[in-house]
């Protein structure tokens, strides 16, 4: 098993798509860093003025017009119907600070769990695309039922072949992952903000970085079993994208109860450690109102993980079974 | 070694088309190959060739029937004995991007053979040089010797062709049918599946024959040919109606051919022209007429409505 596993793993190397999705990725992660690059570029020594001196201008208004302005209000609010506003927040009128003015500073700590959430999309896509292909040809090319008659056991085979996509992505989503986050850190360190990043800051991206490679892992063996049941790659990757536009476009529109049972948020709630989406909820009430509201849910990290888990079972040994007894022609 | 190299017993296969249509590939098949030799596997196209291959190298799922080969059940046992067998079913069939080379060094990786192996066998089979060129370009002949190359990396005791010369030149087909002829004078076993019946006729030394996934006749070429009576012969003589006489006494069954005489029940050809030079008629060309592979052929599957 460990032998077939290597020389599969030798094989998935020595494919062309594997070179070339590798490309894609190293492709895109230059983009990432570029466009971060671009994104954390301080203002402009004119834009910069030109921000200082609207900052003045409206300081300049605050000092003359605020107590004016808060008497005036106070007035309005002795009319209003009640229940009443706090007249805190009615008639706050809070000195402007240079910062609400021009473009605040990149800060590391807040873009990176996005940027790291983003790249496992896409490295996720590649694995499925690249073990979706790595079995899919193997089957339209008919060079499975030789390698057959070299290693005649069906298990061993199929595990090897699985067990080769996802550990062959573990270290290229490692790599990818890591450059991103190096290189975002010495761009945003020279152009904005790093010292925020405290060592739990580090904690939580490395962790995310780290489930990221797990559903990299995860997506290549399950594209590997699409492509092993499908037997052809442009098969497989139908039905990702019917799967992604009718189940996670269509379907959660109109039934959003659903979302926690899709796998895209579960995939979110996975690396991010929890993720929110939101569902409109209505009531009719006593008076005979109807209201509908927008409200905010979790799922939690936990759901999540035993989500994809079970889920990468349930196809695993789906394939498995398939494989066992398939005819090979 | 056992002195049965394959063995099946009610072998029984049946496809289920995609519109849910049965078709029996195989039905109730009893094979016996003995150990050595080459062993001709005949029948018309569609008559459960390939389809018996593939069951025997565990590609297909056998509905019903026992199958050994080396006296080893298969598929239960298949990977203690598919060390030594070596099949090609079809068209060779390897990863068309990956160079010859490459394709082998995988085979060879995966059942713990020597890399240096793959140099070896390409040599073996002349692909030598060729072997750094794609799979995907290679001739139809070149994609043959690959996998027969790939067959030798194990060092098999049992090959399995499966229409191997199919869609090659003259020259491929020799090529073929003598590297098939060498490996069964070193005591291997081949097996070779073929429609073609004159192909089969010039290498094996026994055959089986199937129709509709059914043995016809078994056993070596001579009796099946010979099916056992007294050979025709074609005899060329001036008067046929006094030698038709002649030899008609004698007991023997003439009839008219063309220019020719054919005369069945001689016991020996020699016979002939003796009763004949007797009564000063003398044969001036006299040849035995085989029975070939294809008139049995037609014989057997008459019945079978093929
Ligand atoms: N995968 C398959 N699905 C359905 N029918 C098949 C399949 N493979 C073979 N058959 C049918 O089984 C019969 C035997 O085919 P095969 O074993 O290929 O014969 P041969 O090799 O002697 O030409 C044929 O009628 C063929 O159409
Ligand atoms: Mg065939």
Known sequence: MIRLTKVELRRLMARRLTAVGLAGLFLIT?????????????????????AQQQYEMAHKDWVEHAEEMRTQCE??????PNPKPKLEE???????????????????????????????????FAAFLIGASFLGAEFSSGAIGNWLTFEPRRLRVYGSKLLAAATGFVPIAAVVLAVILIGTFLIVDRLGDTASTTGKVWGDLSAIGGRAVVTTALAAALGSVVGLLLRHTAAAIGVVMAYLVLAEGVFAAFLEKAQPWLVKLNFDAFVRHDAQYYVTECKSGSDGSYACDYVQKTLSFEHGAWYLAIFTVVVVLLGGWVFHRRDVN | MSDVAISTRGLRKTYRTRRGRKVVAVQGLDLEVPSGGVHGFLGPNG????????????LVRADA??????????PAQLPEVVGRIGAIVESPKFFPAFTGQKNLELLAEAIGAPRARVGEVLERTSLGERGKDRFRAYSLGMKQRLAIAA???????????????????????????????????????VLVSSHILAEVEQVADTVSIIGHGRLLASGTVAEVIGGGTAPTVKVAVNNHE?????????????????????????PDPADVT???AHQELYVSELAPVRADLESVFLELTEGEGL
Request: proline share 7%.
């Open chain 2, 151 to 189: 067959t030798l990396l194990k060092e098999p005791d049992l090959l399995i062709f499966d229409e191997p010369t199919n869609g090659l030149d003259p020259a491929g087909i020799r090529e073929i049918r003598e590297t098939m002829r060498a490996l069964g004078e070193q005591g291997k076993t």
């Open chain 2, 47 to 58: 008559s459960g060739k390939t389809t018996s291959i593939r069951m025997l190298l565990g």
């Open chain 2, 242 to 266: 006094a030698a038709t006489r002649i030899l008609t006494a004698a007991g023997m069954t003439v009839r008219a051919d063309g220019n020719y005489l054919l005369v069945e029940g001689a």
């Open chain 1, 75 to 80: 007035a309005d609010w002795k009319t209003q």
């Open chain 2, 65 to 74: 029937g026992t199958m050994t080969v080396f006296g080893r059940p298969v």
């Open chain 1, 90 to 124: 009615m008639c706050s009128y809070s000195e402007p600070k240079p910062g609400d003015f021009g473009k605040p500073p990149t800060v590391f700590a807040q873009i990176m769990p996005d940027l790291l959430h983003g790249s496992s999309y896409f490295l996720a």
């Open chain 2, 274 to 276: 003796r009763r004949l």
């Open chain 1, 30 to 50: 230059i983009l990432l860093l570029v466009a971060t690059w671009f994104d954390s570029q301080p203002l402009s020594a004119a834009e910069e003025r030109q």
